[in-house]
């Protein structure tokens, strides 16, 4: 059947990026090894990446917002990561065996994350969830985990069930266990007085609530205020594991993540992204009791030939010290950076009237929602427009602005934008939002 053929916002047809396109998707499926970065006609290839700006294969240079979906807290290629990262090259790229390396990092997650007694270092946010999971059912020796709606926390079976990001769109993925998903009991975020009666209804089942402390996977939400300490109060109330999936929000809301930005103490914390800005390097941590269970120490097997790799390792150390040692000015800095791209964008829907839009932002992140509604769970963020979001995505893209391509993502400042990123991206949110009103007409 022949193809509408798409005009593309990524670059002129026959692009470099619509060339290896075409020759990706023969291979990759889709083209792509994650489906978040496809979007319609095809998307934009990189070719490479510093501070702010991402270029892509077509030579041009786009602010980004995407940042590695939150990874890139410091920013692309930020020197003292880089550097250790090439100076262990040399030295050799994996062991299997133990290194002080490891030590370290370890020590250091410990000292920034007030729940991480000890620590399991591994590769990726999916690994550190599902592993998180399995010690919450060894050590209640019951079942059943609870999530929130639109909540995502990797590409497992287990979690996949009403899950954010790009799962969003699916009703349910393909060749997940039903007696696996069957296990997951789904419940509202924000909505601390549904989560006790599904709690209780459960209290001999329930292992865990895996939960987002921010959700950053429907766009954003923020817990509504004592959400989180009631759900702290609830699942201790039931012998039930509080696992905060930190994988966005740690080291990125405050160097001990949500817990400490929240004052909450999970039982155990999972996290990636920004602890390697940009390297694969993730980690379980949690209370002492829990984390001992962990082979070869205690019955609950996880291993991986990867884990705690030197290279990724040597990155996720520089990354942590360099935020120990500015944390009093990259903290404030990016919240401010963020807090102007938002003002701004705000003061522009007021000056151009008529575009419903709400916007959630807390420290570094943002997103804004096409629905006038406060968006508070995954219900209402589902509210908003996506037709709308779209054009948003195309149009700022058309002014070399890359957020994240769906409207149930969010967009990420880093310590590396600057003054005039925010004038150019508030400008070119200005123009985009003209685009939308006058197809509103
Ligand atoms: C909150 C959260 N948890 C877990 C994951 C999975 O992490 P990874 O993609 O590194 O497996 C993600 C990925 O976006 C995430 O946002």
């Not at 991402?54 to 979906?69: E, K």
């Not at 599902?130 to 929130?148: D, E, G, P, Y």
């Not at 817990?259 to 980690?283: H, M, Q, S």
């Not at 893209?397 to 003054?419: G, K, M, W």
Request: with cysteine; aromatic share 8%.
């Amino acid at each position: 059947m022949a193809q509408k053929r798409q005009t593309s916002v990524v670059a002129a047809a026959s692009s470099r990026s619509e060339q290896l396109y075409n020759r990706a998707k023969k291979v990759l499926p889709g083209g792509v090894d994650s489906p978040v970065r496809y979007f319609e006609p095809y998307p934009f290839f990189a070719a490479s990446a510093r501070g702010s700006k991402l270029v892509t294969a077509d030579h041009r240079t786009l602010t980004d917002y995407c940042m590695g979906y939150g990874a890139m807290l410091l920013g692309h290629g930020y020197p003292s990561v880089l550097d250790a990262a090439r100076s262990q090259l040399d030295k050799g790229t994996l062991y299997c065996v133990p290194t002080e390396l490891e030590i370290k990092l370890a020590e250091l997650v410990s000292k920034a994350v007030p729940c991480a007694d000890m620590v399991r270092l591994v590769n990726t946010g999916s690994e550190a969830t599902m592993n998180a999971i399995r010690l919450a059912r060894a050590f209640t020796k019951k079942k059943k985990v609870i999530k929130f709606d639109g909540g995502y926390h990797g590409a497992h079976d287990y979690v996949l069930v009403k899950a954010g990001s790009g799962a969003a769109s699916l009703p349910a993925s393909e060749g997940v266990l039903e007696e696996a998903s069957a296990q997951t009991i789904v419940s509202p975020y924000n909505d601390a007085a549904e989560l006790e009666r599904t709690i209780e209804r459960n209290r001999d089942d329930a292992a865990c609530v895996i939960m987002e402390p921010v959700l950053a996977n429907i766009g954003l939400v923020l817990p509504d205020k004592n959400y989180l300490s009631d759900v702290r109060k609830i699942t201790q109330q039931n012998d039930t594991v509080l696992i905060f999936d930190e994988v966005v929000t740690g080291f990125r809301l405050a160097l001990g993540g949500a817990g400490e930005f929240f004052g909450i103490r999970p039982d155990l914390a999972t996290f990636a992204k920004a602890l390697g800005n940009g390297f694969p390097v993730g980690a379980i941590a949690g209370s002492k009791e829990i984390m001992q269970q962990l082979a070869p120490a205690g019955r609950v097997y996880q291993a991986s030939t990867f884990a705690g790799n030197p290279v990724s390792v040597s990155a996720a150390i520089a990354a942590l010290s360099t935020l120990f040692e500015a944390k009093d000015s990259i903290y404030p800095q990016v919240a401010r950076t963020c807090d102007s791209i938002v003002e701004g964008i705000r003061e522009e829907l007021e000056d151009i009237g008529g575009i419903n839009c709400t916007i959630n932002s807390i420290g570094s992140m943002y997103q804004v929602f096409f629905t006038a509604d406060r968006v508070r769970d995954e219900a209402s963020a589902k509210k908003a427009d996506p037709a709308k979001f779209r054009k948003l995505f195309d149009e700022l893209l058309r002014r070399n602005v890359f957020i994240p391509p769906s409207q149930f993502e969010t967009c990420f400042v880093s310590y590396a934008h600057d003054e005039d990123d925010v004038d150019r991206t508030v400008d070119a949110y200005s123009e985009a939002f003209k685009k939308i009103k006058e197809q509103q007409k």
